[in-house]
């Protein structure tokens, strides 16, 4: 099995969705652009991206959203060294079509108090959803390292939930880990690192806006 060396996963870049939450009544979500700010961000990103892979090899694997594809395209990253697959499991939770604002913005608040893990929104997806799509990922993803040719590095161009989910999935952290950790920012990188010991670390945590409460202990 040819292990990756390099798991990177990334937030696209800030999109019109995270400055202005009225655009959801006119434009659905799959469909925001990037601002901007966004694809500055996403391209001082590629910058270090370049740096890290150099001239190796790289399984891309972004979600079909528009802003996910256009923070790749910011990446610049060298068309011969990449090959790009859009994996729409990897895509932003669903909050249901057509979205109401204010309607959102009381689901919102309910599943803050409920927890983001749990709550489904009504016509949509609960984080328990986007977990279970994101594990079916990960086995089609176990899957492809089979391959004695793969890439040295993996690179997954995501959304913050789906990149907190990955790694919960990925280092079997409980949801009270989960419920403790804050999104990253936009454009904001993780990177699982495969050590000596045949084990992957991640290279730094997750903020976090509380401490954990689990119901129990684990592990």
């Known amino acids: 099995m040819a292990r990756p060396r390099r798991i990177?996963?990334?937030?696209?870049?800030?999109?019109e969705g995270?400055?202005?939450?009225?655009v959801y009544e006119r434009e659905p979500d799959h469909a925001l652009a990037l601002t901007e700010r966004g694809l500055r961000q996403a391209?001082?990103?590629?910058?270090?991206?370049?740096?890290?892979?150099?001239r190796e090899h790289v399984s891309v694997y972004v979600s079909p959203y528009r802003r996910t594809h256009e923070t790749l395209r910011a990446f610049h990253l060298d068309p011969d060294l990449i090959r790009v697959r859009e994996e729409p499991r990897l895509r932003e939770q669903d909050w249901g079509n057509w979205q109401d604002r204010d309607d959102v913005r009381l689901q919102k608040a309910y599943r803050d108090a409920y927890g983001h893990f749990f709550y489904r929104f009504a016509q949509g997806e609960s984080g328990a959803d986007v977990y279970d799509r994101v594990g079916g990922?990960?086995?089609?993803?176990f899957r492809s390292f089979e391959a004695p040719d793969h890439p040295p590095n993996v690179l997954l161009v995501t959304h913050g939930l789906a990149m907190r989910?990955?790694?919960?999935?990925?280092?079997?952290?409980?949801?009270?880990?989960?419920e403790s950790l804050s999104n990253p920012?936009?454009?904001?990188?993780?990177?699982?690192?495969l050590g000596d010991d045949g084990r992957y670390v991640l290279n730094r945590p997750f903020d976090r806006w509380r401490d954990p409460e689990p119901y129990g202990i684990t592990g």
């Open 8 to 15: 990177v996963l990334v937030r696209h870049g800030e999109s």
């Open 18 to 22: 995270n400055i202005d939450d009225s």
């Open 43 to 54: 391209g001082e990103r590629g910058k270090e991206l370049r740096d890290l892979f150099g």
């Open 137 to 141: 990922f990960l086995e089609s993803l």
């Open 165 to 178: 989910l990955f790694c919960m999935r990925w280092f079997h952290w409980t949801v009270a880990e989960f």
């Open 185 to 193: 920012g936009n454009a904001e990188m993780r990177m699982l690192v």
